[in-house]
């Protein structure tokens, strides 16, 4: 990181914004206003290189061009390696073909391609780098990638988008760990948005991905109901990840998606709780119920998660939510999540997976490692002094 000046990559950029780690600069949007392209955030770069565990010497295919992202990997493998970076838009390149010899590193390869068909004129890679959120995982990538090579790429499951470093070994794409991590939409071929429902406007809406079904007119009427809630008795500390919770719901409910809400509509009350992404909702019919927590204590150093709801069935759906999360073990990197080819057979994916079918692939998600219980809060009001070790 050091060696790269990032500055370069993102001109328009005061200095200080450009090295601040969670800062990403957004160079393009649609004509919805949606980001399209970006240089994404130092942080995120940082840690997919670490999940691709670049070494000198690799040659390595970065789907998604930003210019300083393919700085570092020509930074990593050196001088006997090599970095193919392709993107999708002209423009994006363009920017690339300014940025990258200006700062030192004419030596990428950069390619207008559809990212989807990979760069088979420069395959082998022993690692492919895709930065631009996927739905699944193309063909052209696993032929394109060399035994025991890995593919780092932020993949959409249920709405939820996990970076997954997957490894080639005996035919099987097997998951070598995963980050929370969002990122710009896949397209061309492999593109696959998700469905927005209005339940309020902008204001409040559903985002389902998947085969995920929901009735948008007696959800609407639902959201005008008096609230419900209902909580769980299952606490995490204030610095403990809970995304695992997010997979974990996403998976095992029936019914999901994730309630979006703008900050005016949580203001007005519409909903209680959410954020632009949205929380996790149990869609259960004619009502819903989404996660919320609370502070259990004026410190605010535990949070007890619970359910709002709505509708005419709204104190069974909340409780049926509480149910679930009671359930949960806990870990946020809990899960396995493992690729096969579309045409695999049930019997060979894992016993117990809970899978996404894809067009090419199917993905299997399981929980193998035994829970590690939370919490569960002694009474209403957590117990003092770190009730919230987990055994
Ligand atoms: C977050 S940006 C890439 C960030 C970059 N890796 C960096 O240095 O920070 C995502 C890029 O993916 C590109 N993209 C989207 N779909 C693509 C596809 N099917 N093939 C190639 N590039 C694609 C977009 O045009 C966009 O420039």
Redesign the pocket.
């Known amino acids: 990181m050091r060696a790269v000046a990032r500055h370069l ?1 993102v001109p328009e950029v005061p200095v200080e914004k450009a090295y601040a780690a969670e800062h990403h600069y957004v ?2 949007k649609d004509e919805h206003g949606v980001s ?5 955030a130092a942080r995120i ?1 940082v840690m997919m290189l670490e999940q691709a565990e670049v070494r000198p010497g690799m040659r390595v295919l ?9 700085a570092l990997l020509a930074e990593l493998v050196g001088e006997g390696g090599a970095v193919i970076s ?4 002209q423009d ?1 390149l363009d920017r690339a073909r300014r940025f990258l010899p200006a700062a030192g590193y004419g030596s990428v390869t950069l390619l207008r ?4 068909f990979g760069a088979p004129e420069h395959a082998p890679f022993d690692r492919i780098i895709v ?2 959120g996927a739905w699944d995982i193309p063909p052209a990538w696993v032929e394109q990638l060399a035994g025991g090579g890995r593919i780092v790429v932020p993949l959409r499951m249920r709405g939820l988008t996990r970076s997954v470093a997957f490894e080639w070994n005996n035919g099987q794409l097997a998951d070598r760990g995963y980050e929370l991590c969002g ?9 696959q948005r998700e469905r927005l429902i209005p339940l309020h406007g902008d204001d409040v809406r559903l985002r389902l991905d998947d085969n995920q079904q929901a009735d948008g007119d007696a959800l609407r009427a639902a959201l005008s109901m008096p609230r419900r809630e209902a909580w769980s008795g299952t606490a995490v500390g204030k610095d403990i990840r809970f995304d695992g919770l997010y997979l974990w719901m996403a998976m095992r409910l029936p019914d999901f998606g994730l309630l979006a809400a703008t900050k005016a509509a949580v203001d007005r009350g519409l909903v209680a709780h959410s954020w632009g992404l949205g929380v996790p909702t149990l869609l259960d019919g004619d009502s819903f119920a989404y996660l919320t927590f609370r502070a259990t204590s004026e410190a605010r150093e535990q949070f007890e998660f619970g359910a709002y709801g709505h509708g005419p069935h709204a104190d069974v759906t909340v409780e049926k939510l509480v149910s679930l999360i009671r359930s949960w073990d806990g870990t946020s990197l809990g899960a396995r999540i493992s690729a096969f080819p579309a045409g695999t057979p049930d019997e060979l994916l894992p016993s117990d997976a809970l899978i996404l079918a894809r067009r090419h692939t199917r993905i299997a998600i399981t929980w193998p490692s035994p829970p590690p219980k939370l919490a569960a809060l002694p009474a209403r009001r957590a117990a003092p002094n770190g009730s919230n070790d987990r055994k």
């Open positions: 990559f160079t393009k399209i392209s970006s240089v994404s770069q970065e789907i998604g061009t930003g210019g300083y992202n393919a392709i993107d999708i838009d994006v391609a559809d990212g989807e930065t631009a990122f710009v939409p896949m397209q061309g071929a492999g593109e």
